[in-house]
């Protein structure tokens, strides 16, 4: 009996958050138009949502801006305590930004650099003060990544370019959640924090027929991300009776080292655009996300922690895709409308849903305004994300109940060509 | 320019959507309760033997019976002026007769061994002499209040009887199991014009609108369990007398008018008790089985293969008995048989357990009254419970449900059997009370278990 030793306590929870935890908005003039852009990818952003598609640009462009996201989840429940139990997250704005450069090198050869952060987000539960009933599960989760990834495209015809890239990738993650030392009922609090780099490829075709019909696919690689040099920290209260205070510090290290594997997801895009009349065109893209590479969330500690050197959890994404369908219309030389909506589909499934990341099936709807002056552009989006409400029934942490969401989104991306 | 006043109106109603985006919140961001919910609990009747009267770690104290399961739904149901018979620190139990209350954990692993690759837990009783303020003969209870409250108890609940002394038993000494606590929480003769009152004519007089009713399990832990005073084993309650008593009884709560809600009895040779000394030779320094020079455990004299070793083996294995005469540290006696339970004892175990909870299905089917299943409750702790990222199972200690008794539940352990009868309560008679919050619960446990200073 007592092999089992000192309890299953510590199952840390997740990362985070979007269809997993993606983030495709990354330009606000693609945004506007639900993120149809595989196909037109007609300005600087082109380097994240097709680089092939850098190779109309002409001369020096640059654009840089971003994405204000502003998620609100809720959880219901859970119902093995009060189904009415009404939870909010706590609200936080986050900033993805992006930066994107071009240089036509020759007529035939452009190349391209990309600052972005395609995956991402971040959640938290509760304060230290008003503790939340999931806090076993996760009390606040970060991530981060960004990626700085040249490209090179080439005009092989007049009417098709190809382009490849490459990304070195950083990602910071912070995770917390309280733990509880059953044998001295004590709540303890875990943070693990690590940051590391990955390496990953991008490619890109663009192809135009009949000058008025453009097709696009994309391909961006998985990265894998080695967290081996992490760490994690635990926190108890101080007790009056020091030999409690003793066991905690021995079976809880105040600080070690901590390791884990994070393979974020590869992409692979279609689009299509077409262009009705001059001033008016549409765009539809299917985007596809490897997330089955997130099986697991296994962490391995230097020193044991409540007397286990590793905690497993199961997580078992399945790939996931977006419809995406957007139009354009320009107004006169100065102004354009842009409009879009996209449905995301979830990839994560019912049982493996948790606070981390309280994701379902999104409806998507962007509307967004261009401004053009000389060689200056200024693009604003609006996007809200609707996500269906999430009845949760024999998740695999007994932790059942209903997440809803939403979060807007507002871009604001400037260009300058020189 | 026309374009231009457009657009900007296009950007106005564009920042109005954006604003007007939130989620939507519901009125009621928890469960309310109707006043024919709070009527219903307003007189809550507890009735029945140890885990019901919040009995833990070998003693009844007001910690503990604060923290019972009878307690939290009265707590979740509304109820006013609920009053138990709280019993001061340390409490009164098992180990009252010499002069202990209740079992603390002093260490998780002992200091004094510091080579066991096992931890190997000390655990000891506080003895009454800790607490000179504490009188267990005249005046146990925290304060005169409790002791002289004008009605009954709202628990009624008493650790160590029989089914039948719920309606028979007025005294210790007028019951079939002589429970000590009988008198101490019945409180008999009751002023005039009451007199001799027994625990259900007792609960008939508080005119209860609910009765909860465990009963049955000391009836077959009384044999199974080791017991210091009487050494000879009482034949445990026949099948046949259990059913013929409980019907009684169900009759009897049934003509007060009350709702009444029943368990069933858990498998009691789950429990930490019958499973945490092994019925091998530990070796001191590593606390893990001693081997010998074929690699080959080496069994304890007195235990055949199938045996489960009690608890309070424990004690005896330390003055040498049970090991072989080739330890230095042997008296040369063979382990008890008071602690040992046999494959034939086992299943007279098993087999009662089984015929007790027939009994009570056909018993409540037939009299329309709802059991909670607790049978099957601590079958899934046995087999580790979740819930929220808590993980419950029945091991000794770490395992957080069962108590340092290694029978009775935890504070933890209470507030998940408080759910599975409330599950029950809110099906059987309509009504919504919401379940325990069980971390909020094991919140408050923390602090009045281990005195945090500083956070």
């Known amino acids: 009996m007592f092999k089992k030793l000192f309890l299953l306590l510590f199952l840390p929870a997740s990362f985070v958050l979007a269809s997993g935890f993606s983030i495709y908005e990354q330009g606000s003039r693609a945004t506007a138009m639900g993120g149809a852009f595989i196909a037109r990818a007609d300005d600087p952003s082109a380097v994240f949502y097709n680089p092939a598609g850098i190779s109309q640009l002409s001369g020096w462009q ?35 930004t992006h930066l994107y450069l071009s240089y036509s090198v020759k007529p035939w050869l452009t190349a391209g650099f990309g600052f972005y952060s395609p995956f991402g987000l971040a959640t938290e539960w509760g304060t230290k003060e008003h503790p939340w009933v999931g806090r076993l599960l996760a009390t606040r989760t970060e991530l981060q990544t960004f990626y700085y990834n040249p490209v090179i495209a080439a005009k092989v015809t007049d009417n098709l370019s190809v382009a490849a890239g490459v990304s070195l990738v950083q990602a910071n993650v912070e995770m917390e959640k309280d733990v509880f030392f059953t044998p001295r009922n004590l709540f303890g609090h875990s943070k693990l924090k690590a940051n590391t780099t990955g390496l990953g490829v991008n490619l890109g075709l663009r192809y135009t027929l009949f000058k008025r019909l453009h097709l696009g696919a994309v391909y961006r690689s998985s990265v894998t ?13 101080i007790t009056t009776d020091p030999i409690i205070n003793n066991e905690v510090s021995s079976l809880f290290p105040a600080k070690t080292k901590a390791k884990s594997k994070l393979v974020l997801p590869a992409t692979f895009g279609l689009g299509i655009a077409y262009e009705a009349t001059t001033n008016l065109s549409f765009e539809f893209d299917y985007v596809y996300m ?11 500690f230097a020193d044991p922690v409540g007397g286990e050197k590793e905690t497993v959890s199961p997580r078992n994404y399945s790939d996931s895709f977006s419809l ?49 002056l000389k060689s200056w ?5 609006y996007q809200i994300l609707l996500q269906d409400d999430r009845n949760i029934k024999q998740s695999v942490n007994d932790f059942d109940g209903k997440y809803t969401g939403l979060a807007n989104l507002y871009g604001l991306t400037v260009g300058y060509a020189f | 320019m026309k374009k231009i006043i457009r657009s900007s109106a296009f950007l106005i109603i564009l920042l109005i959507i954006a604003t007007a985006c939130s989620l939507y919140e519901p009125k009621i961001k928890s469960t309310i309760l109707s006043p024919t919910e709070k009527m219903f609990f307003s007189r809550i009747v507890a009735l029945g033997d140890n885990i019901i009267a919040g009995y833990q770690s070998a003693a009844l104290t007001e910690k503990h019976q604060r923290k019972s399961f009878v307690a939290l739904l009265a707590k979740q149901g509304d109820a006013t002026d609920f009053q138990q018979p709280y019993i001061a620190y340390p409490g009164l139990g098992s180990e009252s007769y010499a002069g202990y209350g209740i079992l603390k954990l002093k260490y998780l692993d002992n200091p004094e061994t510091p080579q066991t690759v096992v931890p190997d837990p000390v655990i000891y009783a506080v003895p009454f002499a800790d607490y000179p303020d504490f009188d267990p003969l005249n005046m146990p209870f925290i304060s005169e209040e409790v002791m002289l409250w004008a009605l009954p108890y709202n628990n009624l609940a008493i650790p160590g009887i029989y089914v039948d002394d719920i309606l028979k038993a007025t005294t210790k000494l007028r019951s079939r199991s002589k429970s000590g606590l009988i008198d101490v929480i019945l409180r008999n003769p009751l002023p005039d014009p009451y007199g001799y009152k027994t625990a259900f004519q007792q609960a008939k007089l508080y005119q209860p609108s609910l009765i909860l009713c465990w009963i049955g399990m000391y009836d077959i832990l009384s044999y199974a369990q080791y ?6 084993s009482e034949p445990p309650t026949p099948k046949e007398d259990f059913a013929k008593y409980y019907a009684e009884l169900m009759d009897s709560l049934k003509s007060t008018g009350a709702a009444v809600v029943v368990a069933n009895i858990p498998d009691i040779l789950d429990m930490p008790y019958f499973n945490t000394v092994p019925g091998v030779v530990i070796d001191t320094v590593t606390n893990t089985p001693a081997l010998d020079d074929n690699g080959n455990q080496i069994p304890l ?3 055949t293969e199938g045996d489960l070793v009690l608890l309070p083996a424990k004690g005896f294995i330390k003055r040498g008995y049970g090991l072989p005469a080739s330890f230095p540290n042997s ?8 602690v040992i339970l046999d494959k034939n004892e086992q299943e007279i175990v098993s087999n009662l357990i089984d015929d007790y909870n027939a009994a009570i299905d056909s018993i409540c089917l037939l009299r329309k009254i709802p059991v909670v299943d607790m049978y099957s409750f601590f079958k899934e702790i046995t087999n580790t419970f979740h819930t929220a990222g808590l993980t419950v199972s029945a091991n000794f200690i770490t395992g957080g449900f069962y108590s340092l008794d290694g029978i009775h539940p935890t504070d933890l352990g209470h507030a998940l059997i408080a759910n599975e009868w409330l599950r029950v309560i809110n099906s059987s008679f309509r009504v919504s009370i919401p379940p325990v919050n069980v971390i909020d619960a094991i919140d408050s446990i923390q602090y009045s278990d281990s005195l945090i200073v500083r956070k």
């Open chain 1, 62 to 96: 640059i654009s840089v801006g971003t994405t204000a996201i502003q998620p609100k989840f809720s959880f219901t429940g859970p119902s093995t305590m009060d189904s009415k139990l009404y939870t909010e997250a706590q609200k936080n704005v986050f900033f993805p």
């Open chain 1, 225 to 237: 991300l080695n967290f081996d040099d992490g760490e994690a920290r635990f926190t108890f209260p």
């Open chain 1, 290 to 300: 490897g997330w089955h590479t997130y099986d697991r969330l296994k962490v391995t």
């Open chain 1, 324 to 372: 995406r369908f957007g139009l354009e219309y320009r107004l006169d030389q100065h102004f354009t409308l842009r409009a879009g909506y996209l449905w995301d589909y979830h990839a994560v499934p019912s049982a493996y849903v948790e606070p981390t990341l309280p994701e379902n099936d999104r409806h998507n709807y962007t509307i967004g305004l261009g401004y053009r």
């Open chain 1, 377 to 381: 552009s200024v693009d604003v989006a």
């Open chain 2, 227 to 232: 017991n210091a005073i009487y050494n000879v």
């Open chain 2, 301 to 303: 004299t007195g235990v």
């Open chain 2, 331 to 338: 008296n040369g006696e063979p382990l008890p048989d008071d």
